[in-house]
């Protein structure tokens, strides 16, 4: 009997409890009515007017507090000069029209409503380029809050102008701006305060090609005139380029052209290499040039990029070592030349700077063996002459003591002279041939020498230009402005 009361008991009290605890729960399925009934007190009961700023004390303005976040720097056009990146704003105010009491809408704390049945502040960026990047056409619904806080955060994409500052390109460091503010409230009207940017780039993307430094805000007042005054939200963008593409892209081509065109002066100057080179680099310049046309904008010029300034040096010392290719060819030719070089220009060129320039030239194969053939024909004809002399003067000591022995010296004596006769012609064709070799190794005498001239030329031209390149690539590299 005990156990079946206490049973019993036990029994009625948990279903007491239950019943209680089932009466005192929230009813979930009617929550939707509850939220519909309180849109109905806030805005069809109400007469809620979305054209009226939501102002208590019109001798206060009303408190709009702005948010600013970067989600991603999505490009900056160097040419154009202009930057584009994803924002998230929030926006924060009061509207006293808009509270309620919770305990009577089943402690229902916050609801979600569209921007449409809302007044809105008009904050917009001043300074976007294109309507749809300036507003809020795809905005996710406003939180409002039992105290009358209403608190709205959307996405946006900005296109704003920036002035980018190129000289030191490719590792320049730019500041770029987004401006905020109330097209058509002044500030007697709405109060623009910035919240805190510390957690502004919570939420940032990494960009491939820009490093963002500094991103920071400030307030600043627009008077408009002597009794309107405007706030502006300026957001400081602070971006360095990561440079090591850019240099490999732009810089690293222009350098190893600057050093190769000196090492073509040091080419023979009768190889036809050398023009062939100065072409193929003339075209390489152009296409460094077109590149950049692209890529920069026009410059005052006050703000061109020491790139730019570099790829105007490559072009001049290019020019320079056209001309100088041109006229050691022209020097190099020698077999149009009938003269010996000046002989200051032997002495001051070919001697002295032949040496500096290691274009001292060498006596050619050519040269070489018509000297020796000289040599042997020379040395021919004295044994000649030599043989001939001891002939006469053995003839002439001869005692002769018969008539006989005299009329057969006479008749020996016939036989040299009509070797003598044999003898003079082959001294005139040995002459000759002496005068031909000659007048040969003077001509190969005079090439040698404009050629080695025009070499001294070229390559001296080709050490100063090498002197040029060093000096213009320090004057870059050392600039003030320079990466």
């Not at 917009?124 to 709205?152: E, W």
Request: charged share 20%; net charge negative; with cysteine.
């Amino acid at each position: 009997m005990r156990r079946s009361r206490l049973a019993d008991i036990v029994t009625l009290t948990v279903t007491v409890a239950g019943i209680v605890l089932f009466c005192a729960a929230p009813s979930h399925g009617q929550s939707y009515k509850v939220e519909s009934d309180l849109h109905k007190a806030l805005f069809k009961d109400s007469n809620y007017d979305t054209g009226v700023i939501p102002i208590v004390d019109s001798t206060k303005p009303l408190k709009v507090q702005l948010f600013l976040g970067m989600n991603y720097l999505l490009d900056i056009d160097e040419k154009q000069g202009m930057m584009t990146a994803a924002l998230y704003p929030s926006l924060s105010w009061t509207d006293e029209r808009l509270k309620w009491e919770p305990h009577d809408y089943d402690n229902l704390m916050s609801i979600s409503v569209l921007p449409e049945k809302l007044w809105m502040p008009d904050v917009q960026v001043f300074n976007s380029v294109g309507a749809a990047s300036a507003d809020t056409l795809h905005s996710p619904k406003v939180t409002v809050f039992s105290n009358g806080t209403l608190y709205h955060t959307f996405g946006l994409v900005s296109r704003t102008p920036c002035e980018l500052n190129l000289i030191s390109f490719p590792f320049d460091v730019n500041t770029c701006f987004i401006q905020f503010g109330s097209w058509s409230e002044p500030n007697r009207r709405i109060e623009l305060e910035l919240q805190d940017t510390t957690q502004s780039l919570a939420f940032y993307g990494r960009h491939p090609s820009w490093k963002l430094q500094n991103f920071t805000a400030q307030a600043n007042d627009i008077i408009i005139s002597d009794t309107e005054t405007f706030t502006e939200l300026s957001i400081s963008v602070r971006v360095a380029r990561k440079g090591s593409y850019y240099y490999r892209l732009f810089v690293a081509p222009a350098a190893v052209c600057m050093f190769v065109i000196p090492v073509i002066h040091f080419l023979p100057p009768s190889s036809n290499e050398k023009l062939t080179l100065g072409g193929l680099m003339l075209v390489v310049v152009a296409i460094m040039f077109e590149m950049a046309e692209d890529f920069f904008p026009a410059f005052s010029l006050g703000n061109v990029p020491l790139v730019l300034h570099y790829y105007t040096g490559l072009l001049i010392i290019l020019f320079m070592s056209l001309l100088l290719s041109c006229l050691s060819v022209v020097i190099g030719t020698g077999e149009s030349k009938s003269v010996r070089v000046p002989r200051i220009l032997r002495i001051c060129c070919i001697d002295r700077l032949g040496y500096i320039c290691c274009a001292k030239g060498r006596t050619s194969r050519y040269d070489y063996e018509l000297l020796h053939l000289e040599r042997s024909l020379r040395s021919t004809a004295k044994r000649q002459s030599s043989r001939e002399e001891d002939e006469t003067e053995l003839t002439e000591m001869t005692d002769v003591d018969s008539q006989e022995e005299r009329d057969a010296a006479a008749q020996n004596h016939t036989t040299p002279n009509g070797t003598g006769e044999n003898s003079d012609g082959m001294k005139e064709v040995l002459k000759t041939l002496i005068n031909e070799l000659q007048y040969a190794r003077y001509k190969e005498q005079i090439k040698s020498e404009w050629l080695q001239l025009a070499m001294v030329i070229d390559r001296t031209g080709g050490l100063i230009l090498l002197l040029l390149a060093i000096i213009v690539t320090s004057v870059i590299t050392l600039h003030p402005k320079s990466w």
